[in-house]
C-alpha cells in the first residue's frame, strides 16, 4: 500500500492515469477536507473492487479533534 498526493486541479490527469495503469490494483481515491471518516467512506472514488476499510481509527481522531 501506498499514498500519492496531488493537487485538485491535477485530479483529471492523475485518476485517468491511474484508470489506465493500475494493472489490477484496487485504488482508493478520496479527498482530503476535515472529516477523514467521511473522506474514505462517503466520499471517495474506488478503482477496482472496493475493499473494506478499517477507519476507527479515523472516527477515534475526529472525536478527539472535534469534541
Known sequence: MYQVAFLPSQFDKVVSWLMLNREGLDTLVHSEIENAVADHAAHSLWL????????????????????
Open 48 to 67: 477496482g473492487e472496493k475493499l473494506d476499510l478499517n477507519i476507527e481509527f479515523f472516527r477515534q481522531l475526529n472525536s478527539t479533534l472535534y469534541n
